[in-house]
Every structure is written in C-alpha cells, then in structure tokens.
C-alpha cells in the first residue's frame, strides 16, 4: 500500500509557475508508476502527466508542464510553467503498481486528497 499527500498549490498569475509535490509513504514507493491528475468545478477529473517506465503528458500541458520523480525522498513532483486560467482546478497525485503509467483513473489504486491550484487573468 502507499499514502499520498499532495502540496504545494496556490494562487498565481496566468504566466507564473508552481511546483506542485506528492509525498508518498509505503515500503514498495519505487514500483509505482505515478500520476497527477486535475478536476476543475463542473468538470470530469482529466489525466495531466504520468512517470514509470516513460513519462507522458496530456496534450493541453506537453511543453508547459515536467513530471519528475526522487524516489530517495519517495516525492513526485509536477513543475508547472507557463500557466494559464483553464490549468485552475485541483490536482491530484495518484499511484499504481502498474510499470507504465495509465492515463484513466480507474487503473490508479491510490490516491491523494488534491491540492487546489488556481491561475488569475
């Protein structure tokens, strides 16, 4: 099993960045493939970028946003750059014991309890 927390969210300028972390706790951290995923209000939760064997992005973050692991200090990070309004929601990191990380959340057996991000015009 692993424990998730998620910090590291706030307000910011559309432009500015956030460097969002995912502490995670469980004797078997490095055999996880990791996920961060975003809800904005009245939308569905969205797969934002994963890390295991490859890293992968959605579309709407490739080149803006940079998922990386330290696994010496069991910490997921997601170094959001360039943020714009539509990035404004509640983050999400989420594990599973998956090799390469999967892009719906069914696949994902944990998760933590989100860190709000929001990004003013």
């Known amino acids: 099993q692993v424990q998730l927390v998620e910090s590291g969210g706030g307000l910011v300028q559309a432009g500015g960045s956030l460097r969002l972390s995912c502490a995670a706790s469980?004797?078997?951290?490095?055999?996880?493939?990791m996920g961060w995923f975003r809800q904005a209000p009245g939308k569905e939760r969205e797969f934002v970028a994963g890390?295991?064997?490859?890293?992968d992005y959605a579309d709407s973050v490739k080149g803006r946003f940079t998922i990386s692991r330290d696994n010496a200090k069991n910490t997921v990070y997601l170094q959001m750059n360039s943020l714009k309004p539509t990035d404004t929601a509640v983050y999400y990191c989420a594990a599973t014991m998956r090799s390469f990380p999967p892009k719906q959340e069914g696949e994902f057996d944990y998760w933590g309890q989100g860190t709000q991000v929001t990004v003013s015009s």
């Open positions: 469980g004797r078997t951290f490095r055999s996880y493939a």
């Open positions: 890390i295991g064997a490859v890293t």
